[in-house]
């Protein structure tokens, strides 16, 4: 467990403190960038990291001494994404504590196991289940945040009033981004790139994408790459190939350092284009990242997007899965330099206004504040 980054009781300095909880990766980017808005608004942050796929039977004594000895020095503590099981224990040894328990709800385990993924069906127990639990989580905790409002409202539709409940945290930026030297010039002739990473999960819609590209595959003005690993990568790989795709390189996930510069070498970035349920209330992080190197993005229509952005003016946007429109998109901006250039620059002026950490961070810290300000396990205001 580390905790230097509060190494003493909050009470002994003077400053705020929270407890990041959880078998979490902590170079994730949505924890990471959290942590530091978080000490951007001066409270220090301490990590207690537990090993996934323990039982019950060991992982109630070890999350009670971690929460034992984080509780004596931390004014609340923060269970991070993903740890839906963990979640009611770390609440109910914080009512035991005294301590006020949130929880990051950027997915939800409906949503994992039923939504997204296929996993489970939708009116099996398994699901019913799942939903039960995140009512749970929802209604018995100190407070619950999301990434969006779109994201909140589906919430609200697949598990009802517990949504309610929800604070929308959105996504921040990384310095990484925020302080990339500038691109290498081009030379005009050169053809443009069109860049897609990520982690290549099924809401992606790689499918529509290189449909897409193949619909330009004799158009020499362009250049394709596609960063990544994941699910779908294989399947990808196999489907350029049956297409013919030319002009098409994939290439291994490298560190964010190295990320940087490859999107750096961009001139178009892609987004999300799947038609489902999650394309339409997550904003992909790159979306952000893409624009704070100054590049044009193209991505989905979506309530997620447009409550982030004004497409038409910070980014573009097409219909989901739908190859001819984005193959349109493209081929038009292939033509319109001006256009590129413009959207580029409004989008790398939005993103640095609204989304550094700090600012990502604030809804939280507002929150923090609201349920550890009574010293207990005290609920949010309802929305």
């Excluded at 619950?144 to 517990?162: C, K, N």
């Excluded at 779908?232 to 049956?242: G, S, T, V």
């Excluded at 350092?257 to 999300?272: E, F, I, K, T």
Aim: aromatic share 6%; with cysteine; proline share 7%.
């Amino acid at each position: 467990m580390d905790s230097s980054a509060s190494s003493a009781p909050s009470a002994a300095s003077g400053a705020r403190s929270v407890c990041y909880l959880g078998a979490f990766d902590q170079e994730f980017s949505r924890n990471r960038i959290i942590r530091a808005g978080l000490e951007a608004h001066g409270w220090q942050v301490s990590l207690a990291p537990l090993p996934t796929g323990l039982n019950l039977r060991r992982t109630l004594p070890l999350l009670w001494r971690t929460m034992r000895t984080e509780a004596a020095r931390c004014d609340a503590l923060i269970v991070a994404e993903g740890n839906h099981l963990l979640a009611p224990l770390a609440v109910g040894l914080g009512r035991l504590l005294g301590k006020p328990v949130v929880l990051d709800y950027t997915t939800g385990l409906h949503e994992t196991r039923v939504t997204d993924n296929n996993a489970s069906k939708p009116k099996s127990w398994r699901a019913r289940g799942y939903r039960a639990l995140d009512a749970w989580n929802m209604t018995t905790a100190a407070g619950v945040f999301t990434d969006t409002a779109a994201h909140r409202t589906s919430y609200l539709a697949e598990i009802g009033r517990a949504a309610r409940r929800m604070a929308v945290v959105p996504l921040g930026l990384d310095d990484a981004w925020l302080e990339a030297p500038p691109a290498p010039e081009k030379h005009p002739d050169e053809p443009l790139l069109i860049q897609f990473y990520g982690g290549f999960s099924p809401f992606h819609g790689l499918e529509v994408i290189l449909r897409a590209l193949s619909w330009l595959n004799t158009d020499e003005r362009f250049r394709f790459e596609l960063i990544g690993d994941g699910p779908m990568h294989q399947a990808a790989i196999e489907r350029a190939r049956l297409l013919g795709l030319q002009r098409l390189e994939f290439i291994a996930p490298p560190d964010t350092a190295d990320l940087v510069r490859l999107v750096g070498r961009a001139d178009l970035c892609l987004g999300v284009f799947a038609r489902r349920d999650k394309t339409d209330f997550v904003v992909p992080q790159r979306l952000l990242e893409c624009m704070a190197l100054g590049k044009t993005v193209v991505t989905a229509e979506s309530a997620g997007v447009s409550e982030y952005f004004s497409p038409g003016e910070d980014l573009l946007t097409v219909p989901p899965s739908n190859p001819g429109e984005l193959a349109r998109m493209l081929r038009r901006l292939a033509d319109a330099p001006d256009l590129r250039e413009r959207v580029a620059l409004t989008g790398a002026n939005t993103v640095r206004q609204r989304y550094t950490a700090a600012q990502s961070a604030t809804p939280l810290v507002e929150l923090l504040e609201r349920v550890a300000g009574g010293g207990g396990n005290v609920p949010p205001d309802r929305a």
